[in-house]
Nanobody, 120 residues
Framework: QVQLAESGGGLVQPGGSLTLSCAAS????????MGWYRQVPGKERELVAN???????NYGDSVKGRFSISRDNAKNMVVLQMNSLKPEDTAVYYC??????????????WGQGTQVTVSS
């Protein structure tokens, strides 16, 4: 079994910055992709950013140029640096991982979510 542990989040003023971290632990054979999604009430969960195959970075259109994702392979961790935050970035942010726990078995995992609120 694999677990995703999130840290970071909280309240920040518009224009400010926050950092989210997510570490995968447990039975990890290989990580296919790790990243972050977000969700607000009444809307579908949307991609914020992820890293696929260790180097391909994908960003949601609304965060391009403001957010940056990086990965620490040794720690099975991804870090999301969020700059120039806007009120519309307010959401629950979920860590996501597509991970092989054995050579042949892979599953999608989710963290429990962390609240990010951008408000003055």
């Amino acid at each position: 079994q694999v677990q995703l542990a999130e840290s970071g989040g909280g309240l920040v003023q518009p224009g400010g910055s926050l950092t989210l971290s997510c570490a995968a632990s447990g039975s990890i054979f290989r990580i296919v992709a790790m990243g972050w999604y977000r969700q607000v009430p009444g809307k579908e969960r949307e991609l914020v950013a992820n890293i696929v195959g260790g180097s391909i970075r994908n960003y949601g259109d609304s965060v391009k140029g403001r957010f940056s994702i990086s990965r620490d392979n040794a720690k099975n961790m991804v870090v999301l640096q969020m700059n120039s935050l806007k009120p519309e970035d307010t959401a629950v942010y979920y860590c996501n991982g597509r991970i092989y726990s054995t050579e042949t078995r892979h599953d999608e995992y989710w963290g429990q979510g962390t609240q990010v609120t951008v408000s003055s």
